[in-house]
């Protein structure tokens, strides 16, 4: 292994820098600016660097990887060093970067009992976890991601269990939709509903066939006048940080950020210098003070916290039954989603971003919303004509069902993708069943194309759609194997190498962040995962498994399974 001319080379710089410190013996450099070296040694490191694919020895100082190589390399180039670190023959990969999540506006749920079908596959374990839970500061028992259609039962968390078990103290069991709960007897007559309550616009308040409510809020309007989610903090949002750590995520992102409310607390959480991990931002088109709170968002910016989109949509959800798919669903009955939006109005929302020099993040699930998308981002191409910033990289988000064509498009245009991939897994059956049928669900994100044509694909969680698990996701994508076990469109699989590309080296390319990181090399940031195993050399099917040991973001130790385990 060798260090070659690309990684010499700022080394050199930096000592130009400090002439006098690199004119003195390695100790005396540790004395005046090299004063805090950890070498990290017997580590089977996957850089994610075509120059350098492979190391085993790694120095970082001051949040930066300072030496990447042999031991014997590493060790010639630093001197000296005040830590060591012997891995032991462990996995380094960089980082994980997930390029769709709701950190903040889904951290309060992380404070929540979690019922999903996630990690409650019955509705009698989603029981037991609520039985066990403690009443919060007004004496209500939350939880969170009931779904009566995934629990095994194919049954809720009604009134009647719920009042056997708490007939003195309200309960809310939000939906995992974010669009309902399951209420008790004591919850509903809190808020006077009883039997005669006529039903809100936009929801209903449950009857079975006596008339009587069930407990069961469908729509927000029905939810939120029995019990409103609490609101997420700065507080909230280092525990789901946490989360993300853990998961080995070092760069995470919120692209749901709809008014002032959350730019000031993502502000604050990410002021922390011990905040887990990095944010990039995207605030909402349709915000209400949009106007007024725009042209100051990056006053918002912290050293953890950039904002570089706009978020617009074009489309709704596939399992939702909103998705635009040109050829319909395949199920007449399941839904009917067309764009959301004329197209005049969408080209006129994406030239507006791009005059204000923000990317375009676009939510397109079906194969006509993505026409939609790739027709505005031109439009404004064309229009904008010498004031097009090609540097301005959009992002097309979810991209569930495109063709090849609109593959090759989104080449021509510069955008990228970052598919929603763990859908193969959670919802492929559905698929195949119900809203695509046996063929179109073979294209479901079609992440091999997306390679092909060099998109710099990437993939996401969208927590809490899904669960926060890159390892996992890059198994889908390695596998594309549902729930039941079909395997849906082996072509559009890619290699682990790839799906590791996904979660890292691509996903800084899409968040502009390629310089800094994404890959181990000298000069980008100390932003690594300490894994069990390499995902590179396992059998395909074990990625799934493995562990990660400890995340580290910018030199700091934001989770390690050792000291969880103390
Ligand atoms: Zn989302």
């Known amino acids: 292994?060798?260090?070659?001319?690309?990684?010499?080379?700022?080394?050199?710089?930096?000592?130009?820098?400090?002439?006098?410190?690199?004119?003195?013996?390695?100790?005396?450099?540790?004395?005046?600016?090299?004063?805090?070296?950890?070498?990290?040694?017997?580590?089977?490191?996957?850089?994610?660097?075509?120059?350098?694919?492979?190391?085993?020895?790694?120095?970082?100082s001051d949040e930066k990887i300072i030496a990447i190589?042999?031991?014997?390399?590493?060790?010639?180039?630093?001197?000296?060093?005040?830590?060591?670190?012997?891995?032991k023959g462990t996995t380094i990969v960089p980082g994980f970067i997930e390029t769709h999540d709701h950190l903040y506006m889904s951290s309060t749920i992380s404070i929540l009992t979690d019922v999903s079908p996630f990690s409650t596959p019955t509705l009698a374990q989603a029981i037991e976890k609520i039985k066990h839970t403690k009443p919060d500061n007004e004496g209500w028992i939350i939880a969170f991601g009931a779904d009566q259609t995934l629990y095994s039962e194919k049954k809720g968390p009604t009134r009647d269990i719920l009042d056997e078990l708490f007939p003195k103290t309200p309960v809310m069991v939000f939906h995992l939709s974010g669009h309902g709960g399951f209420a008790n007897s004591i919850a509903l007559a809190s808020a006077g509903?009883?039997?005669?309550?006529?039903?809100?616009?936009?929801?209903?308040?449950?009857?079975?066939?006596?008339?009587?409510?069930?407990?069961?809020?469908?729509?927000?309007?029905?939810?939120?006048?029995?019990?409103?989610?609490?609101?997420?903090?700065?507080?909230?949002?280092?525990?789901?940080?946490?989360?993300?750590?853990?998961?080995?995520?070092?760069?995470?992102?919120?692209?749901?950020?709809?008014?002032?409310?959350?730019?000031?607390?993502?502000?604050?959480?990410?002021?922390?210098?011990?905040?887990?991990?990095?944010?990039?931002?995207?605030?909402?088109?349709?915000?209400?003070?949009?106007?007024?709170?725009?042209?100051?968002?990056?006053?918002?910016?912290?050293?953890?916290?950039?904002?570089?989109?706009?978020?617009?949509?074009?489309?709704?959800?596939?399992?939702?039954?909103?998705a635009y798919l040109?050829?319909?669903?395949?199920?007449?009955?399941?839904?009917?989603?067309?764009?959301?939006g004329s197209q005049d109005f969408f080209n006129k929302q994406v030239v507006d971003m791009y005059e204000r020099g923000y990317w375009p993040a676009i939510h397109a699930n079906g194969n006509g919303a993505v026409d939609?998308?790739?027709?505005?981002?031109?439009?404004?191409?064309?229009?904008?004509?010498?004031?097009?910033?090609?540097?301005?990289?959009?992002?097309?988000?979810?991209?569930?069902?495109?063709?090849e064509d609109q593959i090759k498009r989104m080449a021509a245009l510069n955008a990228s993708l970052t598919f929603f991939t763990t859908h193969v897994y959670y919802w492929g059956d559905l698929h195949y069943e119900k809203t695509l049928g046996p063929k179109r669900s073979e294209r479901l994100s079609a992440m091999a194309?997306?390679?092909?044509?060099?998109?710099?694909?990437?993939?996401?969680?969208?927590?809490?759609?899904?669960?926060?698990?890159?390892?996992?996701?890059?198994?889908?994508?390695?596998?594309?194997?549902?729930?039941?076990?079909?395997?849906?469109?082996?072509?559009?699989a890619i290699s682990p190498q790839q799906a590791l590309a996904s979660y890292t080296i691509n996903a800084a390319y899409q968040f502009g962040m390629e310089k800094e990181s994404g890959s181990l090399e000298v000069g980008k940031l100390a932003d690594y995962v300490v894994l069990d195993k390499n995902p590179l050399k396992v059998p395909p099917d074990e990625i799934r498994n493995i562990t990660v040991l400890t995340t580290v973001r910018g030199g700091l130790t934001t989770y390690s399974a050792e000291y969880e385990l103390n």
């Open 1 to 60: 292994m060798t260090i070659n001319k690309y990684y010499i080379l700022p080394l050199l710089l930096f000592c130009l820098a400090f002439v006098a410190a690199c004119n003195k013996q390695p100790n005396e450099i540790n004395n005046t600016k090299l004063t805090d070296v950890t070498l990290i040694v017997n580590a089977d490191i996957v850089t994610m660097n075509a120059h350098q694919p492979t190391a085993n020895a790694m120095a970082i």
């Open 69 to 87: 190589g042999s031991e014997a390399e590493v060790l010639q180039l630093i001197g000296d060093y005040s830590q060591r670190q012997d891995l």
């Open 193 to 322: 509903i009883d039997e005669n309550t006529p039903n809100p616009a936009g929801g209903f308040y449950e009857k079975d066939e006596n008339g009587q409510l069930t407990g069961f809020l469908s729509g927000q309007p029905a939810l939120f006048t029995v019990k409103g989610y609490p609101n997420p903090s700065p507080d909230t949002a280092v525990t789901a940080a946490l989360m993300r750590a853990k998961k080995g995520v070092t760069t995470s992102s919120e692209l749901g950020i709809m008014n002032e409310i959350v730019l000031k607390g993502l502000q604050e959480a990410t002021s922390s210098a011990s905040f887990p991990v990095r944010v990039v931002g995207g605030y909402f088109s349709t915000a209400p003070d949009f106007e007024v709170v725009v042209p100051k968002l990056k006053s918002y910016e912290t050293k953890f916290l950039k904002i570089p989109f706009i978020k617009t949509w074009t489309d709704g959800s596939l399992q939702g039954g909103t």
């Open 326 to 340: 040109t050829e319909g669903y395949h199920a007449h009955d399941f839904g009917d989603g067309g764009a959301q």
């Open 372 to 403: 939609v998308a790739l027709n505005a981002i031109e439009y404004a191409q064309t229009t904008l004509a010498d004031k097009f910033d090609p540097s301005i990289r959009p992002q097309i988000i979810h991209a569930q069902m495109t063709t």
């Open 449 to 492: 194309d997306a390679f092909n044509y060099g998109v710099h694909p990437s993939m996401h969680n969208d927590p809490p759609v899904s669960p926060i698990d890159p390892l996992l996701n890059m198994w889908i994508a390695v596998k594309r194997t549902s729930k039941n076990g079909r395997i849906l469109g082996k072509e559009q």
